[in-house]
């Protein structure tokens, strides 16, 4: 069964650095996002993209978070510099399409670390 | 704005029992409603969903949910539990407008099942 992959699995940084965090989403799929959870905790939105833009984000996607789709399969969520508070569990999703038949698909996850 | 609650943190059940993990919505419109499961260190993995017609749904791995509008929940419930479904478990709801329309993920309730 085809899945989501994210790379890497595990990124630590020093606060004030940029990370980029890497997904692959399922080929076919055309919708989407970015969520993240602190450690044990709520899985949060952070954006949503289709169509090669922005469709929704949340009040935590501030101007410090950029995602891309650079080429035909991948999709990056970039954090230009990072706080303490941005330590988190990141997860990519993709999605078939928009209808509420369509379950997102989510990716094992990156821990980031920020030191 | 869409939200779910999942009043219980976590739920003990001896292997064998039935089990039930409870999850209550509020939507403005139609309730589309998902169960996802994370085991430590993956991803979210979707079990089930209610879109429309019977309130009774039935996913993977021997899972179900009864969906009830007169009490707005959509509790999971599974009739032998098994030591393997100890895991978290999050209830979801999806708004059915917009484009790449977004999950809202309840806090999620650690379920732990005992020989």
């Known amino acids: 069964e085809p899945e989501v992959t994210q790379t890497p699995s595990h990124q630590v940084t020093q606060m004030g650095q940029e990370v980029i965090l890497r997904c692959v989403p399922i080929?076919?799929?055309?919708?989407f996002y970015w969520y993240r959870q602190i450690l044990g905790q709520k899985v949060e939105f952070l954006v949503s993209?289709?169509?090669?833009?922005?469709?929704?984000k949340s009040e935590i996607f501030d101007d410090q978070f950029s995602v891309e789709r650079p080429d035909g399969s991948n999709f990056t969520l970039k954090i230009r510099s990072t706080k303490l508070e941005d330590s988190a569990m990141y997860f990519c999703a993709s999605s078939g399409g928009t209808g509420v038949n369509s379950p997102l698909h989510f990716g094992n996850g990156t821990r980031l670390t920020v030191t | 704005a869409q939200s779910v609650a999942q009043p219980e943190d976590q739920v003990n059940v001896a292997e064998g029992n039935p089990l039930t993990v409870k999850c209550t919505y509020s939507v403005s419109g139609n309730p589309y409603l998902f169960w996802y499961v994370q085991y430590p260190n993956r991803g979210l993995q979707f079990l089930l969903k209610?879109?429309?017609?019977?309130?009774l749904v039935k996913g993977s791995y021997g899972f179900e949910a009864e969906f009830n509008k007169s009490q707005t929940s959509f509790h999971l419930k599974k009739p032998s539990a098994l030591v393997s479904d100890s895991a978290l478990y999050f209830c979801?709801?999806?708004?059915?407008?917009?484009?790449?329309?977004?999950?809202?993920f309840g806090t999620g309730t650690r379920l732990q099942v005992t020989l």
């Open positions: 209610y879109i429309t017609g019977d309130n």
């Open positions: 993209f289709y169509n090669n833009e922005i469709s929704e």
């Open positions: 080929s076919n799929h055309l919708y």
């Open positions: 979801a709801v999806r708004d059915g407008g917009g484009t790449a329309s977004k999950l809202t």
